[in-house]
């Protein structure tokens, strides 16, 4: 006979993030329930096939015209004639008279700014190694304020501008120095990061892990390929948001998670949650007067596409910052639901459905924390300028700089909260519907 508090078992798994299956979850589940199975899928695919095709349709009604290449910006790192970017690899330092830059800036070396062991940054020459050779050493003056934030250090790569070759340059002739920095060569350090994360990924996950990054690769063809042009062309945000995010949901998940009956719940609340977070977030942006004018880029932004609307940008944001978070709990949930069912085939609907929210309220209290530090790490530099702000901690989180932010923690937050007991009790009630009669079920599960 199965254990008396038999759903208690699956909640000693705790929070977990994409709870993996059991290796016969889906056999006890479905194993004489063929009947019932055909059910449920044949009501799954009358939901989700006019559902798919309903997407497909409104992408190619929402699909970019194309006007929006003729935008462009001009290449930040784009040089022009006489001028010639310079790779290269730091080989020595040399010390120079700041000038009119000496006690512009100052930072502690043993103690706070203002002790007496506080002094001016340093300011020096790199004296770099050009790529490829055949190119006497540059000197390439450090900014100060790149010295105020990081010492470069013999072995660091950097770009510059190599000006020698306008009218009047003559490198090393004294004076103004023919070289111009522009900024670190980070392309080594980011390919290792990321290589060093897909190994760890599959190594932990498998094919899995390495289904779910490729999953990831076709995400950001989405939001580049479709919903970045035509929220560049002006399209609808909210249409364009719910559309292409439904779509990276209904791509990712069975592409990472595989075609089952599980996948498909988890999709569905998905699905479920991203509506409710599409209602909330066309209120909020509206209630809030989130104007998206909150850094340099919103502005650059209306200036190359002013008929692009920046609240309606905000609106599209809110959509796409909840996905991960959102697509996170409710496989959580689904997988969860899906091993207490077959840990205990005898649990009636009712306790399943109490031992899967146990497992979301878990969920949900450390999600609301990870929401908030993940903000609050990512824009450190801007809540600590406004800490320093002369005024109230309320009006503080009034500003514009950081109610936009808040409003999408709260938005995405409700989304995902109310997500987690909707996928719970469509769980429910697909491994219910598909489970074999108890008496059928294969002994190692009833005698477990």
């Known amino acids: ?90 080989t020595g330092l040399q010390p120079r008279d700041c000038g009119p830059e000496a006690g512009t800036l100052e930072t502690p070396t043993g103690g706070m700014a203002g002790d007496p062991s506080a002094a001016q940054v340093a300011c020096v020459d790199a004296v770099v190694d050009p790529d490829g050779g055949g190119t006497d050493s540059a000197v390439v003056p450090i900014p100060t304020s790149i010295s105020a934030s990081m010492d470069v250090e ?33 392309t080594v350090p980011v390919v290792v990061l990321a290589l060093l994360y897909a190994l760890v990924v599959v190594a932990v996950a498998r094919w899995r892990g390495l289904r779910a990054i490729v999953g990831l690769g076709l995400a950001f063809t989405v939001l580049f390929g479709f919903m970045f042009p035509a929220l560049l062309e002006g399209g609808p945000p909210l249409w364009i948001g719910l559309v292409g ?121 450390s999600t609301v924390y990870t929401i908030a530090f993940a903000y609050a790490g990512a824009a450190l530099p801007v809540l600590m300028v406004v800490s320093l702000y002369d005024r109230s901690l309320w009006d503080t989180l009034m500003s514009g700089e950081l109610v936009e932010e808040i409003v999408r923690i709260l938005v995405g937050s409700i989304g995902l909260v109310l997500a987690i007991p909707i996928t719970t009790g469509i769980a429910v009630a697909v491994a219910k519907s598909v489970a074999a009669p108890v008496s059928q079920a294969p002994a190692s599960k009833v005698d477990a």
């Open 1 to 90: 006979m199965p254990p008396e508090h038999g759903p208690e078992v699956g909640h000693e798994h705790g929070h977990g993030h994409g709870l993996p299956a059991g290796p016969g979850a889906d056999e006890a589940l479905t194993g004489a329930g063929g009947s019932g199975r055909r059910r449920v899928v044949i009501a799954l695919a009358a939901i989700l096939g006019p559902l798919t095709v309903v997407l497909i349709a409104a992408m190619i009604a929402l699909w970019p015209s194309g006007s929006h290449q003729e935008l462009s910006l001009a290449d930040p790192y784009g040089t022009s004639q006489g001028i010639t970017m310079v790779t290269g690899t730091v």
């Open 245 to 365: 995010c439904c779509l990276i949901m209904l791509v990712v998940l069975y592409f990472a998670h595989g075609f089952s009956l599980r996948t498909t719940t988890a999709l569905l609340g998905t699905l479920i949650g991203l509506a409710l977070t599409a209602v909330l977030a066309l209120w909020g942006t509206d209630a809030a007067y989130l104007t998206g004018l909150g850094d340099e880029y919103s502005y650059i932004l209306a200036t190359v596409a002013p008929e692009v609307r920046l609240s309606g940008i905000v609106l599209c944001g809110l959509l796409v910052a909840g996905l991960g978070v959102l697509n996170d709990v409710t496989i959580t949930q689904a997988s969860a639901v899906w091993e207490l069912q077959a840990a205990n085939p005898a649990v009636s609907k009712r306790e399943l459905f109490a031992s899967g929210m146990r497992i979301g309220r878990d969920h949900i209290a």
């Open 154 to 186: 013999v072995g660091d790569r950097l770009k510059a501008l190599d000006l020698s070759a306008l009218p009047g340059g003559d490198a090393g002739a004294g004076g103004e120095s023919d070289y111009v920095f522009v900024d670190f060569e980070r």
